[in-house]
């Protein structure tokens, strides 16, 4: 399946500070915090973002289709005929690739290797680019506490249909991997839960809305800090 086309609009060329409004679980909008400008304000190069998006969607295909040469297809241990005297063409097994059921030739093969490899530098700054890109879009929601007490999908969309600044994909990053909280949302499609340690740059240019724990910030801020 062909990459989604992915836009970014372009951003100045120098880091800029940004804010985000913090909101409680229930709903209600608490203060503005600044965002770290290492972080949500950064200058976006779409070549960067692209190369790297295109390589990790590569690295996730799998090889599915697969056809069989002739040595793979069953049958045509005995020559057909001999080979003088019948007055028809020479042929040495019914599984050559002219016959039907033969082997096919130039095809699909399972052996076939789609993976890129990714310079971690350059991963880490198309990251860093998404999230700044988010930001600059007012798309980023500070969440001061995160309820780990939802363990079903009815909870978790009852929720979610608190908060105003819900859209059409909602991406929740959590400090840490909570089971319970991940499982609720799994069925939910408007809304992926991630915690920071995980979270990548397809889940961020895929949602319309960041909604980043409070408590998740110091994560996000060590993973701009160190490599990849």
Do not use: C
């Amino acid at each position: 399946m062909p990459a989604k086309k992915i836009i970014i609009k372009k951003m100045e060329s120098k880091a800029t500070n940004l804010s985000a409004p913090v909101y409680s679980f229930a709903g209600e909008k608490l203060k503005d915090i600044a965002l770290q400008g290492n972080i949500f304000g950064l200058p976006i190069k779409g070549k960067v973002v692209h190369e790297v998006v295109v390589a990790m969607m590569n690295n996730k295909r799998a090889t599915i289709s697969h056809t069989k040469d002739r040595a793979e297809v069953s049958g045509g241990g005995k020559k057909p005929w001999k080979q003088k005297g019948t007055g028809r063409a020479r042929q040495g097994s019914i599984r050559s690739p002219q016959w039907k059921g033969g082997g096919v030739v130039f095809g699909p093969r399972k052996e076939r290797n789609w993976s890129v490899k990714i310079n971690k530098k350059l991963a880490k700054q198309a990251f860093l680019m998404s999230l700044s890109d988010k930001a600059k879009n007012e798309a980023v929601i500070i969440l001061a506490d995160m309820a780990t007490t939802l363990k079903k999908t009815k909870d978790f969309v009852l929720a979610l249909k608190k908060w105003p600044f819900v859209k059409r994909r909602t991406l929740i990053i959590t400090a840490k991997a909570e089971a319970d909280l991940i499982k609720a949302g799994r069925n939910y499609k408007p809304a992926m839960v991630i915690p920071a340690q995980t979270v990548s740059i397809l889940d961020v240019l895929k949602a319309d809305t960041l909604v980043i724990e409070e408590k998740a910030l110091p994560f996000l801020a060590k993973r701009a800090k160190k490599e990849l």
